[in-house]
């Protein structure tokens, strides 16, 4: 089964707005198993929709519309949808009624414009199930189906997830199963990765069932998608711990989430875990660690906090709460500095050497006093960004192996 | 002239990267007054590319082609182009020895595959001006032009720009000239924006070579852009300041910046034009503010840098450094404390009331001791980004106005 996704709006094409759903859309036709072989952008031109679907129709079994369905004149998507399937628009009274409903009880009068939003193609439905005014549409046509979704991201997740998707996955006729798991990585580039999982993956092409896809992701690391297809959730659930579980000990302790676990919430949960807090300097980052670490723990539970000393007066000050001599490293004293200075039991800093033009990062605890110099690629925001990244995972390992 | 823009890979169409050049394109067509009607991302398919070549073909003047360039086996931009018009792939001699310079002089050996992307369609040309191993291409094709050009982000603007924008501004034989100027803006909503510009919007509909366009860039605040077609640069820059003066004195004091100018810019500016030196404290946005000063000012020579307490104990600390008594309240104490901490000229803080669930700033100088509540839309990540435009913004006026 393929389907196909339209996006309507003359400001995706002008740049104005990213067209974010449509690749949001691929990859959850991916994991579903539908196949996605066209993906357009077309402006608020009936005519030029109209053709746009008419092409669908003649290559498609599925198309998806996104965007389109609002009360405005530019907002031409039922019309269209009608045109080229040559098909009648019906008033959903139903639909009609909560729209009316959503005005009246605000106390706000309601422009006839506003009932175009409750108008379907006969013999298609309306998709209540989201948060906006303007439904979804699902609309059988002849042996394809032809699905109409907002522009706005949450309402469009939300009506591919509670109908469209599994409305796909029915017509698509298929009982299998798919389900990923994505390892998140820090610690190896792609090619070295590819190096250690190479047997892994010719064994897997054999298996027919597993596959394992690497996407790399810049300041998020490097991610490995393990995706199994089966016929039970529970056969799955079980195929997806024991490919965990083997390419965990190929790769080696550079792991440092799985889903959408991020490193920041990793590391409150190692801070959580070992009842341990930490504070921060961060000199070459300007903060940027702090930003993702106060994201996680807004009350300052675990992460006590940050100081960025940009003056030279300013890290003297800071450096009046260390007890280390100068033979230690300023990185080394900054940090446990910024650990005496919010009383935390984990000082981490975060430095810039201007002589060797490279980052540094060190951590101070009652047993540690370790640094690093980081050799990243890129431009002055990756550098930062790849800074926090290996300062925080390094930080993750000392934690995990109980050495801080 | 309607130019169409085909994005070429697989990894798009499962959204494992977000096609981020077709809007830069469209945004930079739309500026040299070309049409772009038709998007499109496609598969690593041979066939399908040529349908898609085949359709551009029968309904745009000029085609724009992205990714697939590269050397490996998916890479097959060239070979589609070349099957689309019945033409042959040709090895330019000169990006030849180029390539195989580029592997010689850095002592790796070259595998033969790279010469891949030394094949040029026969009457096309390499466009060669840009910093990646892959040439783009020109071909002329009938009295249409095809144009290929790689899919990384920054090799792709250079050639556009050197080459392919010039090109096609050439080709639609339009002599007229059109500018763009933005004015970024914060403290007014969109409507009130379109509410004060209505009659100048209704002005400019009559005068047909000015336009007025709202783009809502979130975080970045509104922008205003104002449009100028005409026939010298000099009429075009004329007309540009005499609109931008026009729109200023209509909207008041709302502007930040222009074009690319970003708010965290207009601050350093402001600060070295007065001489002034600035510090602060970060509660509710955990060093958001901070990295954006820092981005601009890494030597911190006006931004001499930031404390995040959060915890109790480092609050208390930090407020260790002001005079000012509790009648005064803990927002502003913490601007002042973090003032004298990094004796700095201005000290800004923004902070967090857990009893109202609202954002606080305030700003304190020699000069003033000010404080507002910020009231802002939306969830965790978008109330501290809104918060920082809000601080930065109430800075910038306070600067601007010698109030300082």
């Not at 996104?66 to 269209?80: N, S, V, Y």
């Not at 706000?108 to 309306?126: D, F, S, V, Y």
């Amino acid at each position: 089964m393929q389907c196909e996704i339209i996006a309507i709006g003359t400001e995706l094409l002008l740049g104005q707005i990213q067209d974010t759903n449509s690749s949001w859309l691929g990859e959850n036709l991916a994991l579903i198993g539908v196949d996605n072989y066209y993906q357009s952008k077309i402006g608020d031109n009936e005519e030029r929709i109209v053709d746009a679907l008419k092409l669908a129709l003649s290559r498609s079994d599925a198309i998806i519309c996104c965007g389109g369905l609002g009360p405005t004149q530019d907002d031409i998507t039922r019309e269209a949808i009608a045109k080229a399937t040559d098909s009648k628009l019906i008033l959903n009274e139903k639909v009609a009624e909560k729209i009316e409903y959503m005005f009246s009880s605000r106390g706000r009068h309601m422009t006839q414009n506003n009932l175009k939003q409750a108008m379907i193609p006969k013999g298609g439905i309306a998709i209540e199930d989201q948060p906006g005014t303007a439904p979804g549409i699902l609309f059988p046509f002849k042996n394809k189906v032809i699905y109409a979704v907002p522009g706005v991201p949450y309402e469009l997740k939300q009506i591919m997830r509670s109908t469209i998707l599994p409305d796909l996955k029915k017509r698509s006729g298929s009982t299998t199963i798919i389900k990923s798991r994505t390892l998140r990585t820090w610690g190896h580039t792609e090619s070295k990765l590819a190096e250690l999982l190479e047997p892994k993956i010719e064994q897997l092409n054999e298996s027919q069932n597993t596959t394992l896809a690497f996407l790399a992701s810049g300041i998020e690391g490097l991610k490995l998608r393990i995706t199994v297809k089966g016929e039970t959730e529970e056969e799955i659930a079980q195929q997806l711990d024991n490919e965990e579980k083997h390419i965990r000990s190929i790769i080696g302790d550079v792991v440092f989430g799985v889903n959408s676990e991020t490193i920041e919430q990793r590391i409150l949960k190692n801070l959580q875990d070992k009842n341990l807090t930490l504070s921060a300097v961060e000199i070459a980052t300007d903060g940027l660690a702090s930003t993702r670490l106060g994201k996680v723990d807004s009350l300052g539970k675990y992460f006590k906090g940050c100081i960025i000393p940009k003056s030279q007066l300013s890290k003297h000050q800071l450096l009046q709460h260390t007890q280390k001599e100068s033979d230690f490293s300023e990185t080394k004293r900054l940090a446990d500095a910024v650990r005496n200075f919010f009383d935390s039991d984990i000082g981490l800093a975060i430095t810039y050497s201007e002589k060797e033009g490279v980052n540094y990062l060190a951590i101070s605890s009652n047993n540690i006093l370790i640094e690093e110099a980081m050799k990243l690629p890129g431009d002055g925001v990756r550098v930062s960004q790849f800074s926090v990244i290996t300062a925080l995972n390094l930080l993750r390992v000392q934690i995990e192996n109980n050495l801080v």
